[in-house]
């Protein structure tokens, strides 16, 4: 507890001690001629997803950008977690002060046991430490370390490293689960603008917005309006045959095949200006689970006006094609076929991507 809390500390002095630099110093912009990585939850291959240590690591790694995911405190704050049930990426289960909090929810149309952040204050999450989701593949050694992140903490930080390396880092936010969260009286969308927007450093570096929903990027973009060119919204597109939670909530039928579709990229350009899809939606696997060619889907939505940026690349094994695969062993870390899957899809033509290693990241990019 002592050295995460140290940690904490000594980020936010950081903070306090660039402040006066970022706004006297210009930082490096971010590429426009290359493709954009994006540290998926920090550099979640190597420290534990949504900690201050993964996103110093993915930002010591070259990140262009990093992503907190978003969800709500009891009390209306917003932290860094994956998903609002927390019982597999913290020791909440050793706590036996919060045993009793254990319980079943239904989250878009799926029960779900375990914790959830909506049920912890501020102060309470920050008694608990993260722990590596996936402990068979990633090991344990970080566990216990960290703290839970709040967004605030988040900006600060990112601020304090974008001043001490001299170039901009960008902020893509995804805000978890909305519809949820607005039955809970839990809404996050005015509170993360209103976050950006009380932070200098959010006030004019580059910040994505992201939602697997349709309504909020909706209504934020009617509140953005032109008068906040920093900040751009990104629809994620999940599995095809599923339905975005709000339509789910509100009975209708539309999928996110039906979304993908030319009429439906139209649609989505006219609130939104970046395409967030899985990797395989747009370079299927084939028969054998090799890596297959580019479909039309990359080309439609550039068509539409739309970026893309899929997710999400991980060194893995056992998340690569069979053909960039090395070994027999699934939990091996396989850096140059990670970096041969990234390559192809930069061939293909994505503007961005999201990985768990931004390092290997940063070679597929810039070692072409």
């Known amino acids: 507890m002592l050295r995460s809390s140290l940690f904490l500390t000594a980020c936010m002095a950081l903070t306090l001690s660039f402040s006066a630099m970022a706004q006297s110093t210009p930082l490096k912009p971010l590429p426009t001629d290359r493709p954009l990585v994006i540290g998926h939850r920090g550099a979640s291959a190597l420290r534990p997803e949504h900690t201050l240590a993964a996103y110093a690591k993915a930002i010591e790694d070259g990140a262009d950008f990093i992503e907190p995911d978003l969800v709500s405190t009891r009390d209306g704050v917003l932290v860094s977690r994956h998903e609002n049930e927390i019982g597999g990426t913290t020791d909440v289960a050793d706590h036996p002060e919060f045993a009793s909090r254990r319980t079943t929810k239904t989250i878009d149309g799926h029960a779900i046991t375990g914790w959830f952040t909506e049920d912890f204050t501020l102060a309470e999450l920050k008694t608990l430490r993260a722990r590596e989701r996936l402990p068979q593949l990633r090991g344990t050694a970080y566990d216990g370390q960290f703290q839970i992140v709040t967004l605030e903490e988040l900006i600060d930080f990112t601020a304090a490293e974008a001043a001490a390396r001299g170039r901009v880092i960008g902020l893509i936010p995804e805000i978890k689960h909305p519809t ?91 609130y939104a200006q970046i395409l967030g899809p899985a990797t395989r939606t747009l370079l ?67 503007d961005g991507f999201f990985t768990d290693d931004p390092a290997l990241g940063r070679k597929a990019v810039d070692g072409r």
């Open 180 to 270: 949820y969260f607005q039955q809970q009286g839990l809404a996050m969308e005015a509170e993360v603008l209103a976050t950006l927007q009380a932070h200098a450093y959010t006030r004019s570096a580059p910040v994505v917005i992201q939602s697997f929903e349709v309504d909020n990027l909706k209504r934020l973009h009617a509140l953005l309006g032109n008068a906040h060119p920093n900040i751009r919204l990104l629809q994620l597109i999940s599995a095809p045959d599923e339905r975005p939670g709000d339509v789910m909530a509100a009975g209708g039928k539309t999928t996110y095949a039906q979304m993908l579709t030319p009429a439906g990229l139209k649609t989505i350009a006219q």
């Open 284 to 350: 299927p696997l084939d028969a054998q689970g090799r890596l297959g060619q580019p479909n039309e889907i990359i080309a439609a939505a550039h068509a539409a006006g739309l970026q893309v940026q899929p997710y999400t690349f991980r060194p893995e094994n056992a998340f690569l094609p069979k053909d960039l695969q090395h070994g027999q062993d699934q939990a091996a870390r396989n850096a140059d076929g990670s970096v041969k899957e990234m390559r192809a899809f930069i061939d293909a033509g994505v």
